[in-house]
């Protein structure tokens, strides 16, 4: 998915063009079925999943200071320590504008650097309290949480389930070696017991497995989609600053 937020907003990954502009390859099978082993479909699932752990810490730090300042901003403190919580998520952004530039092929350029009038710390800490991009990137990192949350359960669910159920065949004899049971068990009562044993059911159960593993890297494409949308608009320069660009 192609997101452009003006020049300074650079997908690598429109159709056609590969990272550094390398010409269109040429492939014998279709998309769907390639999609699964593409190395597109690993780096995304891998944004993914390294989402959650950075968006907790993320969210941990800039909710703490923020709340601090605010609570100290009676007393002249809470002013320097909202300054250096945005200068703290700046630098955040900056960490995740290197990430959605290493893995998802997303170029998005850094918003201007705060200056002050005079160069003093009282000069910068008004033009980092009056900046808008500061105040985006600490936006970002409190809404970052819940969507990588989401992200993240969705797609390990959908990934684990597709791969465990369509391998199913090759690791089934695990159950009848060590668990003491005959294959996956369906349903249970006092009297009657259903397991995935049969040849047939084997073969099924494997079928449903590939069905989640095509689906799924369009699932993770649907979701890092909206990952391109929030590091675009919320840590690169604004729209207007590019047009005055």
């Known amino acids: 998915m192609a997101t452009a937020y003006g020049p300074d907003t650079r997908d690598h990954q429109r159709s056609g063009v590969g990272f550094g502009d390398h010409p269109p390859v040429k492939h014998f099978f279709p998309a769907a079925l390639r999609a699964p082993v593409e190395g597109r479909t690993w780096r995304e699932f891998g944004y993914l999943l390294l989402g959650l752990p950075i968006a907790l810490v993320l969210f941990s730090l800039s909710i703490t200071l923020t709340t601090l300042g605010i609570g100290m901003l009676i007393t002249f403190l809470g002013v320097p320590i909202l300054a250096g919580t945005l200068a703290m998520c700046r630098g955040f952004g900056a960490m995740e504008r290197a990430r959605a530039r290493g893995l998802l092929w997303l170029d998005v350029a850094a918003p201007a650097p705060v200056r002050g009038k005079t ?82 059911e084997m073969a099924l159960t494997s079928a ?4 989640f593993v095509l689906v799924t890297p369009w699932i993770i494409r649907g979701l890092v989609s909206v990952d391109r949308v929030m590091v675009a608009g919320l840590l690169g320069p604004s729209r207007l600053a590019t047009r005055v660009s």
């Open 119 to 200: 160069g003093s710390p009282m000069s910068w800490m008004g033009a980092a309290l009056k900046s808008g991009a500061s105040w985006r990137h600490l936006l970002y990192t409190l809404l970052y949480l819940p969507w990588a949350t989401f992200s993240f359960v969705v797609s390990l669910t959908f990934w684990m389930c597709g791969w465990t159920l369509f391998t199913y065949p090759l690791w089934r004899w695990i159950f009848p070696a060590d668990v003491g049971s005959n294959g996956i068990q369906l349903y249970a009562d006092r009297g009657h017991q259903v397991h995935l044993d049969s040849s047939v």
């Open 208 to 211: 449903v497995g590939l069905v």
